[in-house]
């Protein structure tokens, strides 16, 4: 079992619309939680973290926690074609574990 | 303020030559990481250093070693690379252990 799961995708959401993305993980003392996003030839970019359980809103995007579940999500509200990128979950429990990441098209 | 920077951007190397990757941060963070991606694979962690003078192994150590030379720069050294370490190698760094990590540009690396 991997220890952090996403859905590879593609996703595909048209513009305006909301996207949403999923991760699980299995280490159940992780402690905190992270959205990068990475467009093609790039580095990952940090788009949100999150440590406690509940909602973290920023701008358009809002990160989703729930440790009893061990699932975390990232909202996406009016995704605009530059969103399409792929999306990776990184937790940290002893260490850092990145998902394999879920890739978002934004159609106009 | 340029962030993370790593050195050099592309290489090739031929199986059994060594090289050292380069990563230096100018943020004054205390936690720096080398990780590798590669197609299906994911981020995957190779080696980190919680703070200056100390570094541990993450999910795939061999074949790699490690320097922290100072509090800005990390190194990733191979010592005879093989065609198994062709990827895409990222430093990164964060303030602290386990919080928000910043990346550099990523070095492309080919060993043939």
């Known amino acids: 079992q991997k220890e952090v799961e996403q859905n590879s995708g593609p996703l595909s959401v048209p513009e305006g619309a909301i996207a949403s993305l999923n991760c699980t993980y299995s280490?159940?003392?992780?402690?905190?939680f992270f959205w990068y996003r990475q467009y093609s030839g790039k580095s990952p970019e940090l788009i949100m973290s999150?440590?406690?359980?509940g909602d973290k809103e920023d701008g358009r995007f809002t990160a989703q926690l729930n440790k009893a579940s061990q699932y975390v999500s990232l909202l996406i509200r009016d995704s605009q074609p530059s969103d399409s990128a792929t999306y990776l979950c990184?937790?940290?429990?002893?260490?850092?574990?990145f998902g394999t990441g879920t890739s978002l098209t934004v159609i106009p | 303020n340029a962030g993370v920077t790593q050195t050099p951007k592309f290489q090739v190397l031929k199986t059994g030559q060594s090289m050292t990757l380069q990563c230096a941060q100018d943020?004054?963070?205390?936690?720096m990481y080398w990780y590798r991606q590669d197609p299906g694979m994911g981020l995957r962690l190779i080696y980190y250093?919680?703070?200056?003078?100390?570094?541990d192994k993450g999910e795939v150590p061999n074949g790699y070693n490690v320097s922290r030379l100072n509090k800005r720069e990390f190194s990733l050294r191979l010592e005879s690379a093989a065609p198994s370490q062709t990827s895409v190698y990222f430093c990164?760094?964060?303030?602290?252990?386990?919080?928000?990590?910043?990346f550099g540009q990523g070095t492309r690396l080919t060993v043939v």
């Open positions: 943020m004054n963070h205390n936690s």
């Open positions: 999150i440590y406690s359980n």
């Open positions: 990164a760094s964060s303030e602290f252990i386990g919080q928000e990590a910043f």
């Open positions: 990184a937790v940290f429990g002893n260490q850092f574990y």
């Open positions: 250093s919680a703070s200056e003078g100390t570094t």
């Open positions: 280490d159940r003392v992780s402690q905190s």
